[in-house]
Every structure is written in C-alpha cells, then in structure tokens.
C-alpha cells in the first residue's frame, strides 16, 4: 500500500532519522519531483516540528533555504515536505579525506556567511553552526551549493 501525504506527496524509503523523528524520500505525484519527508510522532513530549516549519515559512525565499511544500498533520504524525537535499559538508569534508583546497573552503566560507547573515537580517540566530547543518543542493539548487539546514535550532531575537 502506498502511503501519500497531503494528497501529493507519495512516501518512499527511510534516508534519515534522529531527536526529531524519522526522515523519508518522497516523490511530488503532480510533477514527479523528489522531496524529503519528515514525520514527528504527534505524541513525541518535546515537538519541534512545527516550530522548524514556521521558520522554514518565514525565512522562504532566501537563496540557500529549502522550499517549505507543505506542513500538517497526517494520522499520528505531524508531517513536514521539504525540498531534497543532498550531503552535508561535513560528509563531502570526509569524502575528500578531510582535506578541501583553498579554494573550496574559500567559497564554502563566502556562501555560510551569505546564509547566516540572511538569516540574521531576518532577525534569527542559527545556534548550531556546524558542517552537518549545511547540505549540498541538488538537481535545480544545486548551483545554490550551500544550504542551511536543521533550522530547528534558530531562534527568533
């Protein structure tokens, strides 16, 4: 049986999980876009996932932020779509032998600040700035490189 979330977004296998739930691929059936899925228990005793689509709304827009699909409730989980990202900086940093050019990190570090510093102008903090925070685009985001992720952790000031 296939699971569809919203009506459009058709559930696919499991890529992820952690504090926040379980994360799943998922396929857009209106356009055959891929997507991530992210599913929260409704009974979890600390919710963050509606808090981290709130921001995702709030920060739409800026370049190197994941599009926000949608967001609600599906059965016993709160349900977030998001746009599909690809690997962390932190797993390509271990794909290249822990060993990037100057170059690279050159423009890594010119896209991280532009991000924070969106973010900031927006009048968030990201408080767990680290290289699994910040993924790799893929298919049309893929020229956007560096994108921020697991906003969860930002807070409003």
Known sequence: MDHVVSGRFKLGRKIGSGSFGELYLGVNIQNGEEVAIKLESVKTKHPQLHYESKIYMLLQGGTGIPNLKWFGVE?????????????????????????????????????????????????????DIKPDNFLMGLGRKANQQCLCHRLRACQKV
Do not use: W
Request: charged letters at 25%.
């Open 75 to 127: 059965a016993e989980y709160n349900v977030m779509v998001i746009d599909l990202l690809g690997p962390s900086l932190e797993d390509l940093f271990n794909y290249c032998n822990r060993k990037f050019t100057l170059k690279t990190v050159l423009m890594l570090a010119d896209q991280l600040i532009n991000r924070v510093e969106y973010m900031h102008s927006r009048g968030f903090l990201h408080r």
